[in-house]
């Protein structure tokens, strides 16, 4: 396993990590034993940046993960989140109606010891803020964020999908390690603003859903997803948008198939290929996906692998927007 710093703590972390949001809900059946084998597998291949959330099937996934966490905790840097809330408690994915976002001080003191009580822990290793709420300075959620620090029940701390001023508000109050945003071949909306500033202040990108929510290898099964899988609801799995991203993923793929790779692994390649201070967390709940993504850290990619990505990208522009509507007002905020 190839190793990467975390931002300025001289943590060294596997060059991907594993994000499990997948093992407990959103992507369709779920099979905790299945899922408990990976997350074991991932020990053994020296996987050592697990990634959760209080909100991944309303705690279940954080008390799925310590099944295999608590007996290896010196193994293992544990990353979650919190800040989704459901109201009437209901589960549900960002976009889901009657989801909403609470980053008060309030909230934060009570929701991190109810995810190092579900991870049957005293000490999470990085805390993101899952996003900036609208309603409340990012300054008074950081700050209350960093009480925590003080107080042992947190090390690191993080934000999830902010802006370059909120980081940068943020990172004022107390040093923010790791930023948390979606980042891939179809979703590059750091690259502008954010990437740079983040470079500036030492702060480590985590790129999730590098793999585009499974967009390269599953996209022709888009039809068949259950209602159980919250990619019905996104743009880019509907009407024209899915038709662009199947000729998009076919082309990734034969284009991949011709260096000997899986699309996913190119594409997989690609982010680690962006810089040394990204770390992206693919997700599966499966051992076979996690070994491809794995492999994909050893896979070189040329000046002309890098062009013809792009110009495959170029000729599909019509991707659709990553999240519902009301999703992406949460967004970059």
Not at 78 to 107: L, N, V
Not at 185 to 193: H, I
Not at 201 to 219: C, K, M, Q, W
Request: hydrophobic share 35%; proline share 4%; glycine share 8%.
């Amino acid at each position: 396993m190839k190793f990467r710093k975390l931002g300025n703590t001289g943590e060294q972390l596997s060059a991907i990590g594993l994000g499990c949001m997948g093992m407990s809900f959103a992507y369709g059946p779920t099979d905790e034993q299945e899922s408990i084998n990976t997350l074991h597998k991932a020990l053994d291949l020296g996987v050592n940046f697990w990634d959760t959330a209080d909100m991944y099937a309303n705690g279940d996934n954080e008390k799925l993960i310590s099944k295999v966490l608590v007996p290896n905790r010196n193994k293992i840097f544990i990353a979650t989140k919190f800040g989704f809330r459901f109201k009437d408690g209901q589960t549900g994915h960002s976009g889901t109606p009657g989801t909403y976002f609470d980053g008060s001080p309030e909230w934060i003191r009570k929701a991190v010891d109810l995810s190092l009580q579900r991870l049957k822990i005293d000490e999470i290793d990085l805390y993101y803020a899952h996003r900036v709420d609208p309603n409340i300075p990012v300054e008074e959620t950081v700050g209350a964020m960093a009480e925590l620090v003080k107080a042992g029940k947190v090390k690191y701390l993080g934000l999830s999908e902010a802006s370059a001023e909120s980081i940068r508000k943020a990172h004022q109050i107390h040093p923010i390690t790791a930023l948390q945003s979606e980042y891939s071949l179809l979703t590059k909306d750091v690259e502008k603003e954010i990437l740079p500033t983040i470079r500036e202040l030492g702060i480590t990108l985590v790129p999730y859903s590098p793999l585009a929510r499974g967009l390269f290898s599953n996209i022709n099964d888009a039809v068949n997803f259950g209602n159980d899988d919250f990619r019905k609801s996104l743009p880019r799995y509907q009407n024209e948008f899915l038709e662009n991203n199947k000729n998009l993923a076919k082309e990734i793929n034969d284009f991949a198939q011709s260096k000997g790779v899986k699309g996913t692994q190119l594409a997989l390649a690609w982010v680690l290929n962006q810089g040394e201070d990204i770390i992206p967390i693919p997700g599966t709940k499966r051992i076979q996906y996690l070994e491809e993504n794995i492999a994909a850290t050893n896979l070189e990619l040329s000046q002309e692998d890098l062009e013809t990505i792009d110009s495959i990208l170029k000729k599909y522009p019509n991707v659709g927007e990553r999240y519902s509507e009301g999703a992406m007002k949460l967004v970059n905020n």
